[in-house]
T-cell receptor, first 113, second 118 residues
Framework: QKEVEQNSGPLSVPEGAIASLNCTYS??????FFWYRQYSGKSPELIMS????GDKEDGRFTAQLNKASQYVSLLIRDSQPSDSATYLC?????????????FGAGTRLAVHP | GAVVSQHPSRVICKSGTSVKIECRSL??????MFWYRQFPKQSLMLMAT?????????EQGVEKDKFLINHASLTLSTLTVTSAHPEDSSFYIC??????????????FGPGTRLLVL
């Protein structure tokens, strides 16, 4: 089992719709969770961080964390073609002696006009 | 947000030469920086963790003598690919961590360096 799992996609949504990206993680004690967006040929860009159970909203983006079920999701409202990119879920297990991000393989999102 | 720069953005070199890549945190101090490599259509692969003033910690399978890392100051880490070969051609990305562990630490990525070894 991979430590951080994401559906590779592509996830195709029409412009204006809600895109829902999901991520599950295996280490139950993980405390820090991040979503990065990576355009083709570019480096990852931080979109959201979340540390507590529940929802965290920032503009059109909402991150959701459920530690009991070990999943974190990202919702993108009013999707735009410019949102087309690969979205990387990253988890920091915050284990003693291991303070690094573990990345999922990423979900490719395609927003079509 | 925090800004991380990398130089050069793109480099082409001959096989057998060495290439140095710089990673700088521009508006914050980073005691820890990370070096990643990404091949086309693959995910990020962590190569090593660079700690200011101490030796880097390499991930399993990454040759420390081939990928030399120096973190001489709180704002600069360098990665040197020694005796580069075509299979080292890749997208090298650094990140710098801000914040304290177990709390609000966040990694910010540099723009990446695309290396092509001929």
């Amino acid at each position: 089992q991979k430590e951080v799992e994401q559906n590779s996609g592509p996830l195709s949504v029409p412009e204006g719709a809600i895109a829902s990206l999901n991520c599950t993680y295996s280490d139950r004690v993980s405390q820090s969770f991040f979503w990065y967006r990576q355009y083709s040929g570019k480096s990852p860009e931080l979109i959201m961080s979340i540390y507590s159970n529940g929802d965290k909203e920032d503009g059109r983006f909402t991150a959701q964390l459920n530690k009991a079920s070990q999943y974190v999701s990202l919702l993108i409202r009013d999707s735009q073609p410019s949102d087309s990119a690969t979205y990387l879920c990253a988890v920091n297990p915050n284990r003693r002696g291991y303070n690094k991000l573990i990345f999922g393989a990423g979900t490719r999102l395609a927003v079509h006009p | 947000g925090a800004v991380v720069s990398q130089h050069p953005s793109r480099v082409i070199c001959k096989s057998g030469t060495s290439v140095k890549i710089e990673c700088r945190s521009l508006d914050f101090q980073a005691t820890t920086m990370f070096w990643y490599r990404q091949f086309p259509k693959q995910s990020l692969m962590l190569m090593a963790t660079s700690n200011e003033g101490s030796k880097a910690t390499y991930e399993q399978g990454v040759e420390k003598d081939k990928f030399l890392i120096n973190h001489a100051s709180l704002t600069l880490s360098t990665l040197t690919v020694t005796s580069a070969h075509p299979e080292d051609s890749s997208f090298y990305i650094c990140s710098a961590r801000i914040g304290t562990s177990g709390g609000s630490e966040t990694q910010y990525f540099g723009p990446g360096t695309r290396l092509l070894v001929l």
